[in-house]
């Protein structure tokens, strides 16, 4: 485990309450506060809400500690919330659907006055779900939207849509076609790239990917930008679990299949940081990044600290920063809320439809980060220490 950030609060400013949803919002809140006298929802141990003096319990679902970004996600919640008094129950699931729906079944029967769950597979908790409105317990979806249920109360997370862009744009900008404005330099020299997506079982790929090929399509419509391999759907692109190792395969694929005589490619987009260092593994195994054959320009997300290091070194061109401090701090303040009868506040009622319903959801902005801003976006923020990054 990486203890690389510096957790304290810091303070966010929420923005407009969602007059839209208010009064579902104040139903799904008052449940839990009138759970005090150890109804519904207040579970085995009769713990429960709204000034009853009782400790509340907190149930946090993880997916996994294979990526550092969760183990800081899952960190950042339980320091805040218990912090406010709350006893967290946070569990990893370590990307295995049925541990995750046993840990959440388990959370209900232990008690939980509220669940956030960011889910392994967006469609595979239904039941829970179910079970959650049962015992009147509000549930709170974690950066991951859950889909395909109407036990979804709130989503918490980033504008999806911008962060694809945000990569797309970068990909731009490490190809020398814009500056970091946004400008177009007037470059006309196509360049050769290939396309990744996250796991199709995660409704943030497909966000993802969607805000990148709004930047990149005029660019392909064009000519300027070409992909030999002609995977260009999101299903050829996408990698299941966000697997490093199966990026790595895909690309060497990629390059073997698509790129001899010469021809080479110049950039790759990335939608994590983890694909981003299989891609970079497979295109040192086939001589790139050295001979005069430099690294493709590669995109990525997270701001891990392997890729930031990567970064540094010039090898990944750009990650997106999303400060996970910042998500964990809308989120208690959500479940805080709820645990007083409020209602939670909100700045989006239209873009999350999860297939059953519109999920009322705050959306937290990101940052594109290159070699050029590391230091002003990760260390003067106190996300990473200098010495961390060798700077």
Known sequence: MVAHQDLEEETV??????????ASAVVAASTLAACSGGGAGSGANGAAGGGSGETKRIGVAMPTKSSERWIADGENLKKQLEAKGYTVDLQYAEDDIPTQVNQIDNMITQGANVLVIAAIDGTALSSQLEKAAQNK???????????DSENVDYYTSFDNQEVGRQQGRSLLMGLGYIDKDGKDLG???????????GSPDDNNATFFFNGAMEVLKPYMDKGTLKVKSGQTDFKQAATLRWDPATAQARMENLITG????GDTVQGVLSPYDGISIGIIGAAKSAGYGSAGRPLPVVTGQDAE???TKSILAGEQYATIFKDTRNLAEVTVGMVDAIAQGKEPEVNDTKSYDNGKKV????????QIVTKDNVKEALVDTGYYKADQLGL
């Not at 999920?359 to 990101?366: A, E, G, Q």
């Open 13 to 22: 400013t929420l923005s407009r309450r969602n007059v839209l949803f208010g």
């Open 359 to 366: 999920v009322p959801s705050n959306l937290l902005k990101s």
């Open 137 to 147: 317990i509000p549930v709170i979806s974690y950066d991951r939207l859950i889909r």
């Open 258 to 261: 698509n790129y001899s005589g």
């Open 187 to 197: 470059k006309t020299e196509p360049s050769n790239i290939e396309l990744f997506a």
């Open 305 to 307: 600290l392997a890729s």
